[in-house]
């Protein structure tokens, strides 16, 4: 089945038959700018600039499969599509107009498309494979692969910059805060990221200013709004810990996340939320500011640094309260530290710099990402079947991104590797 990308890349690539152009009713065209695509909502491609029967026309262009779909997206009621000067279409099944009632000109590209063209993007679209190009891409250059990795590292950052904006409005710009919510929900990993998430922000930073001085009182906070003071234990420091937090709660006016947000389900023990809380405790009590240390020019060593904690000495015999376990101090792991670097602090250092229009701090978040080792997960190793170039966190970071969005999605067309499959 053909799909509206497949046109976009036809056009854009100029494939397909340019000489005596015509539109569904017959008058001559003549392309004098094939205009951007836009990546954005409105139409496919700005700028364009046609020759309509000897009349020049400067404007938009709208692509579609079937001509009908200009109705089926309501481009119709639109006024952003009044300025469509030529409406590119597989197939032509219904003649359509514009907000004004005046006709487009049609041009229909189905007897116009070069087969060998159609062909590979069939044979790409229709793979059931891991990746739709795995039976081909160990004959596509080293270069193809670089770009498309990081091109898809970039297309990454660009989506946690939207998550870091939706931060950023919740607390009405307070970098600092924005910056201790994203931690706390990579504390949480996969399973507890929202529970976590929502702890963050369930708790003012004024407060967490307040009670941070105490590691007992900070401790108490942070487990009470876990919604996990509530039970009825005989266990002296989960004594203590709740007597605490009681004060907290009426005294701040407080409302606790449900405990049973918090799974354990799939968890290795060092990773319960117990252990995360109390671990975050300890880097909350011992740094000042996190923003205004990683905007620092620091040694990847001291960064860290910055993120070496250990939960308190109750925990160092126990994952849960009130059930002993054998005694291991629990710190958290160098890959620990190195995720929380690739999804906390990269994103940051790179949205910063965008926000702020500073190239230094961009250029920061990407040698940082060049810095760390890559990482290891399942899909990496179901990478390395394949010859991918991989020496770097950024590198890990493109494929993961490469995966998710791009070949999971058959999103060929916008792949340097698939560009170079379709010539």
Not at 53 to 69: K, P, Q, R
Not at 189 to 218: C, G, R
Not at 344 to 365: I, Q
Not at 376 to 392: A, F, G, H, Q, T
């Amino acid at each position: 089945m053909i799909k509206e990308d497949f046109l976009h890349y036809i056009w854009q690539s100029k494939k397909f038959e340019l000489t005596e152009l015509r539109s569904t009713n017959g008058q001559l065209i003549q392309i004098l700018d094939f205009g951007y695509l836009n990546t954005d909502s409105g139409p496919d491609f700005f700028n364009a600039k046609i020759g309509l029967d000897g009349f020049v026309w400067a404007g938009n262009l709208e692509i579609h499969v079937l001509s009908s779909d200009w109705i089926k997206h309501k481009h119709q009621f639109d006024p952003a599509y009044r300025n469509v000067i030529l409406h590119v279409v597989l197939e032509e099944d219904v003649i359509i107009k514009d907000i004004d009632g005046n006709t487009i000109p049609c041009l229909e590209l189905k007897k116009r498309i070069n087969k060998n063209e159609l062909s590979k993007y069939t044979l790409l679209q229709n793979q059931q494979s891991w990746i739709p190009c795995e039976r081909i891409i160990h004959s596509v250059s080293d270069l193809s692969k670089i770009q498309a990795i990081e091109k898809a590292a970039i297309s990454r950052l660009e989506a946690k910059s939207l998550y870091i904006q939706r931060l950023l409005t919740f607390t009405n710009f307070h970098w600092e805060y924005s910056f201790l919510i994203m931690l706390f929900r990579y504390f949480g990993s996969n399973v507890n990221s929202d529970a976590f998430e929502s702890l963050a922000k369930s708790i003012a930073p004024s407060l967490l200013q307040k009670e941070k001085s105490n590691p007992l009182y900070l401790e108490a906070l942070l487990f009470g709004q876990a919604g996990m003071l509530n039970g009825n234990s005989q266990d002296e420091y989960y004594l203590n810990l709740q007597k605490r937090y009681w004060f907290q709660l009426s005294k701040y006016s407080l409302t606790p996340v449900p405990g049973s947000s918090f799974k354990l389900m799939r968890m290795r023990p060092s990773a319960f939320p117990t252990i995360r809380i109390s671990q975050l405790s300890s880097l909350i009590y011992n740094t000042a500011s996190f923003f205004d240390i990683i905007r620092e020019k620091i040694a990847l060593t001291d960064l860290r640094k910055i993120f070496d904690a250990t939960a308190g000495p109750y925990w160092d015999d126990h994952y849960l309260f009130d059930k002993k376990s054998k005694a291991q101090i629990k710190k958290t792991s160098e890959r620990f530290k190195e995720n929380l670097m690739i999804n906390v602090v990269v994103p940051f250092l790179h949205y910063y710099g965008k926000a702020k229009d500073n190239e230094e701090y961009t250029r920061r978040a990407i040698d940082l990402l060049e810095a760390l080792p890559f990482e290891n997960n399942r899909i990496m190793r179901e990478w390395k079947n394949y010859d991918m170039p991989v020496k770097s966190a950024l590198d890990s970071q493109g494929l993961l991104e490469l995966k998710k969005e791009f070949c999971s999605n058959k999103k060929c067309l916008t792949c340097p590797v698939g560009h170079e499959i379709m010539r």
